[in-house]
């Protein structure tokens, strides 16, 4: 069975700093996708980033990176020049072979003034 | 930019009254799905549905529970005699394609008293 494992519950930076969420995952699939999304305390969903299994050149959308490690099934999430904004909790994702997605139980981010 | 919207932001109910959920996913997406999110616990999948029936289904996804798309923009989720334990939030998502990226909705928060 598909899995996603986030290992840390919980963390705090402060504003400014860089941050590196870790994220595993096992699957039997070759070809797959893997997302980070973004849950602020407004409690929305919201896309951050994906990245192509195929593909390896690691994605980037502004202040966010991924570290996208296939061989050791990790995809951990970059956040550069962390924001105030940024406070959310942060599901690392995938969808399995049929289409619904498994979530991680997600990281809580706090980042501090 | 087009996005997934849900209405109610937030509905209290009775236990034992159906409730009905609206998603209006993004038009031009063709796979719909439902998510649930229990306070304090990951997102679960709940359904997806494809070509006006659905695909997949989650063992959370019981009796209780049914989607429609009544006409070509709403989707919605109904639960038919509700329980304390369908206090949750619920996410609507659409995608473009199968295994494409799946955008989210604000999300209903449900609460069964």
């Known amino acids: 069975a598909q899995t996603v494992t986030q290992s840390q519950p919980e963390m705090s930076v402060q504003e400014a700093e860089t941050v590196t969420l870790s994220c595993t995952y096992d699957?039997?699939?070759?070809?797959?996708?893997l997302f980070w999304y973004k849950q602020p305390p407004s409690r929305q969903m919201i896309l951050v980033i994906r990245q192509e299994a195929y593909k390896q050149q690691n994605a980037t959308e502004n202040r966010f990176s991924v570290n996208f490690q296939k061989a050791a099934k990790s995809f951990s999430l970059k956040i550069s020049d962390s924001q105030l904004g940024d406070t959310a909790m942060y599901f690392c994702a995938s969808p399995n072979r049929d289409d619904k997605i498994i979530f991680g139980k997600g990281t809580r981010l706090h980042i501090l003034p | 930019e087009p996005e997934v919207t849900q209405t109610p932001s937030h509905q209290v109910t009775q236990m034992g009254q159906e409730v009905i959920l609206r998603c209006v996913p993004i038009s031009n997406h063709l796979y719909f799905y439902w998510y649930r999110q229990i306070l304090g616990q990951k997102v679960e999948f709940l359904v997806s549905?494809?070509?006006?029936?659905?695909?997949?289904k989650s063992e959370i996804f019981d009796d209780q529970f049914s989607v429609e798309r009544p006409d070509g923009s709403n989707f919605t989720l109904k639960i038919r005699s509700t329980k304390l334990e369908d206090s949750a939030m619920y996410f609507c998502a659409s995608s473009g394609g199968y295994t494409d990226t799946q955008y989210f909705g604000p999300g209903t928060r449900l609460t069964v008293l």
């Open positions: 699957t039997s699939e070759n070809n797959y996708y």
């Open positions: 549905f494809y070509n006006n029936e659905i695909s997949e």
